[in-house]
């Protein structure tokens, strides 16, 4: 991974970006599974169905990442199970500030977004939903003082989000993951774990869950990430908030 100290201006948060990532794999040997979900996010992001059907924008969970053994995440058709929970650790802290960028100035390590959308199990995107993200820094550690690489946000109408952040570090005994909480305005509360393809700690770190898999590729010197979560929905009409 490279260690390059990132620009101190220029980062875009949730609204600068299309909350799509193309997909990993070469299109002309991985034909890609057309599900309800990959219907609705064409639509959601106004693509032409074929441009999907062909070489066009994969979105999230449309391609299984090159190294997972079983299937990702759902691909939110119905009667799918939420995505799985995993523990909190020891690191959480709550009361972050809402942003869509962790990245500060002087920040060292290479540039991560992370898209994608958050769904209910029918494949209905879910607007307002709470995600909050914290994480290791370049060199493994947590910023356990302060807010250092930890923020919130919301999704927008469409259910879509993003994240501007760093590659997290490596520290003894886990692989690379990045934490997210992901609760439906209402709705119950679903901790878990996001992780990178490719990974030779994705072997021995015992919590890691091959259905967590970001899709990865690599954008010019940076990275670019992408994941959709499926959660139980919350009573119609419940406030938002945290």
């Known amino acids: 991974m490279a260690d390059d100290t990132l620009p101190t201006g220029g980062t875009t948060g949730a609204n600068g970006h299309d909350p799509h990532v193309p997909g ?6 991985e034909r890609r599974h057309i599900s309800r979900k990959t219907v609705l996010k064409a639509a959601l992001l106004a693509v032409p169905l074929p441009a999907l059907l062909g070489g066009g924008v994969a979105l999230a969970r449309d391609h299984r990442p090159a190294d997972a053994p079983l299937p990702p995440t759902p691909y939110c058709d119905d009667g799918d199970e939420p995505t799985p929970p995993q523990i ?3 690191y959480f802290k709550p009361s972050s500030p ?4 962790l990245l500060e100035p002087g920040m060292r390590g290479t540039r991560l977004t992370v898209a994608g959308f958050v769904f209910g199990p029918t494949c209905r995107p879910v607007a307002h939903a709470l995600l909050d993200f914290w994480q290791a820094d370049n060199a493994g550690a947590y910023d356990n003082r302060g807010y250092r690489l930890r923020g919130h946000q919301y999704t927008d109408e469409r259910g879509a989000f993003t994240l501007t952040t760093i590659v997290p570090g490596l520290y003894p005994g886990r692989t690379r993951h990045l934490h997210v909480k992901v609760q439906a305005p209402g709705g119950p509360l ?14 021995t770190d015992s919590l890691f869950d091959p259905r967590l898999l970001m899709t990865v590729r690599q954008a010019g010197p940076a990275k670019e990430a992408a994941f959709d979560f499926v959660v139980n929905p919350g009573v ?3 406030a938002r908030g945290r």
């Not at 990993?24 to 040997?29: M, N, P, Q, R």
């Open 98 to 101: 809402e942003r869509s960028s």
């Open 88 to 90: 909190e650790g020891p």
């Open 24 to 29: 990993h794999g070469d299109d002309t040997t």
């Open 190 to 203: 679903l901790t878990t774990q996001l992780y990178f393809p490719g990974e030779p700690r994705n072997q």
């Open 236 to 238: 119609p009409g419940a």
